[in-house]
Nanobody
Framework: QVQLVESGGGLVQAGGSLRLSCTAS????????MGWYRQVPGKQRELVAS???????NYLDSVKGRFTISRDNAKNTVYLQMNSLKPEDTAVYHC?????????WGQGTQVTASS
């Protein structure tokens, strides 16, 4: 069974940094493109960043220059380094396959940036 486990969220002041991790099991991680998504209650889930199997990345315009997605295939893990956090980045962050999320959504990890 494919499983994704996110961690690393927390409460920080605006301008602070967090590093999210997502570890996958049950799939051949190295050949799969991955994405970080976020959702605010009452709003649609949105893609924040994606990374292909060969390391090409893409970002939501509002996080460009502040967030960095990376992956370590040896550890079956994808990361999201978030710097200069803003209150509008507050959300539950999930990882999943990209461009089509194919894994059941887990609990995600809560990120809260306070003003």
């Amino acid at each position: 069974q494919v499983q994704l486990v996110e961690s690393g969220g927390g409460l920080v002041q605006a301008g602070g940094s967090l590093r999210l991790s997502c570890t996958a099991s049950g799939m051949i991680f190295s050949i799969v493109a991955m994405g970080w998504y976020r959702q605010v209650p009452g709003k649609q889930r949105e893609l924040v960043a994606s990374i292909t199997s060969d390391g090409r990345t893409n970002y939501l315009d509002s996080v460009k220059g502040r967030f960095t997605i990376s992956r370590d295939n040896a550890k079956n893990t994808v990361y999201l380094q978030m710097n200069s956090l803003k209150p509008e980045d507050t959300a539950v962050y999930h990882c999943n396959t990209w461009p089509t999320p194919k894994v059941d959504w887990g609990q995600g990890t809560q990120v809260t940036a306070s003003s």
